[in-house]
């Protein structure tokens, strides 16, 4: 198929980008409640005229949970819209976010008194699309005075991207794109401030698979390899909402595997990410309306899908699904 025509390319993402930028800013127009109420009417809406959004979230949850009755996967669905609605909504609400609206709308667990104390100390932040990702970077920014660092891919519209990066630098959130030289990550980490990784995405035919939900999912093994590089805290993150939309955001300590690194760099990694795969997998299916079913998690198939399956079958069953607090799982993967 040919390639459209680079100029033709331009107009249109510049077209894209002024219709997201004049609806969101339309949006912005109303106050923070009525405009969640609006959205509520937005987002079926958007359901109704775009067929594939439902059948891509109800696709996910049938899969994911093949023997939910339909009743459920009814509810999750309408919860799942509701939580696209809070995260457009506190978009459109991240410019004027103050402390104000922090202590309204979101709740720390256990309290906000731990997570500035581990916060503090600076180090790698593991987190998944599960809640609003985008908020709990505003939620760290307000319980700590330490810098954080986003990892984050390039949008492809340059105007896109931009504004996603000015908006974020309003509550003092800084990214790194996934572009630049990993040194750049390091020397933060070694002077201690803070860098996330949103990694449960589709990472191709470069990533490496593994369970996921019951699937197996092509996966970024960034958060292992700098936690191989540095030996700097670790935490673990998650966000989930309740039904008066406030954002329970709950922060823990989390541990490497219990073994020299420098015996097996390439196991000790794949442990690490197994591990936080692992422990993403038992959150969401606690919050499982919560998660972020529109992206395309488990778009790469590998080619020898039946036989890694095999694989995790055999270990899970053999050892168990690890605790990510656990010892080393010695030569299981």
Known sequence: MARTPRNQRTVRR??????????????????????????????VFLAL????????????LNAIFPDMPTEDVTRLYKHNLRVLRN??????????????????????????????RLLDRGGILVLGHL????????????????????????HSNPWSNDWVERTRATQNIKLIYTDESPRIALGLLKKGRLVAFISDQDAGKSGEFFPFLGKLASTYQGPALFARMTDVPILFLISYYDEQDRLHFE?????????????????????FTYRWVKHLENQVRKHPGDYY????????????????????????????PPDHSADRMSGRL
């Open 131 to 154: 809640g609003n990702w985008e908020t709990m970077g505003v939620g760290i920014t307000h319980v700590t005075e330490n810098d954080l660092y986003v990892f984050s891919k390039r």
């Open 49 to 60: 005229i775009f067929p594939a959004i439902r059948r891509r979230i109800q696709g996910n």
């Open 87 to 116: 995260m457009i909504n506190e978009f459109c609400e991240e410019p004027r976010m103050t402390r104000r609206f922090v202590d309204r709308y979101i709740v720390y667990h256990p309290d906000r008194e731990t997570h500035a």
């Open 293 to 320: 079913w529109l992206h395309r998690r488990w778009h790469t198939r590998p080619e020898n899908e039946n036989q890694i399956q095999s694989h995790w079958a055999e270990l899970e069953q053999k050892y168990g």
């Open 251 to 271: 922060i823990e300590e989390f541990q490497r595997p219990n073994w020299n690194s420098k015996d097996d760099p390439r196991e000790w990694e794949r442990e």
């Open 14 to 43: 510049f077209i894209e980008y002024s219709l997201a930028r004049f609806t969101i800013g339309c949006f912005r127009i109303f106050p923070f409640r009525l405009r969640a109420r609006v959205l509520s009417g937005f987002a």
